[in-house]
């Protein structure tokens, strides 16, 4: 039988947008807990060797980014547990959110501000795991610039593998486009707009069945079957970019809540869904773009409107949002 524990605030994901909240919920003198199913905080930055486009750092390793974000967090009083596994988030009729984990500990708590994230969506062959953040990535803003005159892989046939084609080639010599069938799912502009690019080579009707790398540990190649011909080749290419989907981690709440067509939670621009007292930040929200700065950005706000939102619920006061983005009290 679990335990059961009172918080101002549960905080769900430990990476940026999630340390980020949970330092300015210590700042503001909540008490919060951050549950993070991994056995460290980081998130998506843990496998991340070098970040170089975090301000105030020329570059800095994503593990060592991880562990400043963690320690500032805990300067100011924000509790982390690692190895939860946090299963459901529901909002009683009182308000108050039940959070309940897999070993049977339930958290309650007038807010909830979930930063779990998303997962990319993997090929599953030989050498993707191996290769991961030596060749293999999943994010070109992040790991573009480390392919500067390189011939480079990317995978997929949607808006995201087209336009991250397109923007890599700002770096990379040349970019395959792979693709498993013969029309693209991109919309029509941004299929102009990579046909017309010199540096992009189509190559339709194709899947990687394997990611092959050297003795060095790095890719040095990718094994294509044809669909349709069923023949067997490898491309020489010296990174793989995969954009064949990316899934958020919206799974464990039980309350319907407005989302996107990718399945991304809209949030106003407090970062609070249309569930009362719900907030979202990081990968999981729906916005332009998923970077390290703009999930500690979302993980701010959402700290600051959940404590204008905790103390109007202590009042039993309705909280209104202000024309400025502030609510009154």
């Known amino acids: 039988m679990g335990q059961t524990y009172e918080y101002d605030v549960v905080i769900i994901g430990a990476g940026p947008a999630g340390l980020t909240a949970g330092l300015y919920a210590g700042r503001s003198m909540l008490k919060a807990v951050m549950l993070e199913r991994l056995g460290e905080p980081g998130g998506e930055i843990l496998n991340t060797e070098l970040v170089e486009d975090y301000p105030g750092f020329e570059s800095i390793f994503g593990r060592e980014l991880a562990e400043k974000f963690a320690s500032h967090a805990a300067k100011f009083g924000a509790e982390l547990r690692t190895f939860v596994v946090v299963e459901r988030v529901e909002r009683g009729e009182d308000g108050i959110f039940t959070t309940t984990t897999d070993d049977g500990d339930v958290y309650r708590s007038p807010t909830v501000i979930l930063t779990a994230g998303g997962t990319p969506i993997k090929l599953g062959v030989p050498g993707e795991e191996l290769y991961a953040g030596k060749g293999v990535s999943y994010c070109a803003i992040c790991d573009g610039a480390f392919f500067k005159g390189h011939t480079i892989a990317v995978v997929g046939g ?20 792979l693709h ?42 990718v094994r294509l079957r044809n669909t349709v011909t069923e023949e067997r080749s490898p491309l020489a290419v010296s990174g793989a970019f995969i954009f064949i989907g990316f899934r958020p981690n919206t799974g464990v709440l039980v309350d319907h809540v407005q989302h996107d067509a990718g399945g991304y939670i809209i949030t106003d621009a407090n970062m609070e869904s249309d569930v009362p007292g719900l907030f979202i930040a990081g990968d999981v929200r729906s916005q332009l773009t998923r970077q390290v700065t703009t999930a500690a950005g979302d993980g701010t706000t959402a ?27």
């Open 158 to 177: 949607g808006d995201a593998a087209l336009e991250e084609a397109d923007f890599l080639t700002r770096y990379a010599e040349k970019v395959y486009l």
């Open 180 to 221: 498993r069938r013969e029309g693209f799912r991109a919309s029509k502009l941004v299929q102009r707009r990579v046909f017309d690019n010199p540096k992009i080579e189509i190559v339709r009707n194709v899947v990687v069945e394997e990611i092959v790398g050297d003795d060095t540990g790095l890719v040095t190649s």
């Open 303 to 329: 700290a600051i409107a959940v404590e204008k939102y905790i103390t109007s619920f202590r009042r039993h006061e309705p909280t209104e949002i202000m024309s400025n983005g502030g609510y009154t009290v």
